[in-house]
């Protein structure tokens, strides 16, 4: 009885993958350097949709403020080249996945690269929103002029995060993510701001542009919280943990 339960297998045998001729030939140097050639350029493609995001942020701000017809369809035209790049980029990494099997960093790499690219692609989407304000109040500003300075300081304050957080991908700077929190702090003072003059009972323009502005002070606020996202995935992507936030 003894024997018999000597000759078996022990659990984990039978649980462990042990690694084969295949396993060897699949990471060969040559390929591993192909491999990361290819996070690089995924690595690439995020940075450029987050210029793109950048951009069209801006633009759709001046659109707004400026009741500028030809700026907002420009925005809303180019929506489109974010969203080609993010669908360009998911399949790309789904592809690397499948074909490499990554494990630790690289596979953190590429799970994250996919989250935010999904954030980026959203930032887009609430530029091209702004963008669609404008168009349909034209010729008309969107924008009364009690609120103009905040919506210009919500779309500074969108610009500087978004250049921020391009940064710190970039460089995977941990420290500068940290940051990321207290600049989105600075955005929901300003729609706090915004929303306190919607309800005050002075307000002179009416329901309707009070739901005007108060989704544009939304897509501002939701771009700011779409950057803190990305950044506590750089955050985690370089320390392999996840950011406290500190209240």
């Given at each position: 009885?003894?024997?018999?339960?000597n000759?078996?297998p022990?659990?984990?045998?039978l649980?462990?993958?042990?690694?084969?001729?295949?396993?060897?030939?699949?990471?060969?140097?040559?390929?591993?350097?192909a491999?990361?050639d290819?996070?690089?350029?995924?690595?690439?493609s995020?940075?450029?949709?987050?210029?793109?995001?950048k951009?069209?942020?801006a633009?759709?701000?001046?659109?707004?403020?400026?009741?500028?017809?030809?700026?907002?369809?420009?925005?809303?035209?180019?929506?489109?080249?974010?969203?080609?790049?993010?669908h360009?980029?998911?399949?790309?990494?789904?592809?690397?996945?499948?074909?490499?099997?990554?494990?630790?960093?690289?596979?953190?790499?590429?799970?994250?690269?996919?989250?935010?690219s999904?954030?980026?692609?959203?930032?887009?989407?609430?530029?091209?929103?702004?963008?669609?304000?404008?168009?349909?109040?034209?010729?008309?500003?969107?924008?009364p002029?009690?609120?103009?300075?905040?919506?210009?300081?919500?779309?500074?304050?969108?610009?500087?995060?978004?250049?921020?957080?391009?940064?710190?991908?970039?460089?995977?700077d941990?420290?500068?993510a940290?940051?990321?929190?207290?600049?989105?702090?600075?955005?929901?003072?300003?729609?706090?701001?915004?929303?306190?003059?919607?309800?005050e009972?002075?307000?002179?323009?009416?329901?309707?542009?009070?739901?005007?502005?108060?989704?544009?002070?939304?897509?501002?606020?939701r771009?700011?919280?779409?950057?803190?996202?990305?950044?506590?995935?750089?955050?985690?992507?370089v320390t392999?943990?996840?950011?406290?936030?500190q209240?």
């Amino acid at each position: 009885m003894r024997e018999k339960a000597n000759s078996l297998p022990f659990v984990k045998d039978l649980f462990t993958v042990h690694p084969s001729w295949h396993h060897y030939l699949h990471y060969s140097l040559p390929m591993r350097d192909a491999f990361h050639d290819e996070l690089d350029s995924i690595g690439a493609s995020l940075l450029q949709m987050a210029v793109l995001v950048k951009d069209a942020m801006a633009t759709a701000t001046t659109a707004l403020l400026n009741a500028d017809l030809a700026l907002a369809e420009k925005v809303i035209q180019e929506d489109e080249v974010i969203d080609s790049i993010q669908h360009d980029l998911d399949a790309r990494a789904i592809n690397l996945m499948a074909r490499q099997q990554p494990v630790a960093s690289d596979l953190r790499t590429l799970v994250t690269s996919l989250r935010m690219s999904a954030d980026l692609e959203r930032m887009g989407d609430l530029a091209h929103h702004i963008a669609k304000q404008a168009r349909m109040r034209y010729p008309n500003c969107a924008v009364p002029p009690e609120l103009t300075v905040t919506i210009t300081e919500m779309g500074r304050a969108a610009n500087a995060i978004i250049d921020k957080v391009s940064a710190v991908m970039e460089h995977r700077d941990s420290v500068r993510a940290l940051e990321i929190e207290s600049d989105d702090d600075e955005m929901d003072k300003l729609h706090r701001k915004l929303i306190g003059i919607l309800l005050e009972d002075s307000w002179p323009h009416g329901v309707e542009a009070a739901i005007d502005m108060t989704l544009l002070g939304r897509y501002y606020e939701r771009c700011s919280d779409h950057a803190v996202s990305i950044a506590r995935r750089v955050y985690f992507l370089v320390t392999g943990e996840y950011a406290v936030v500190q209240n």
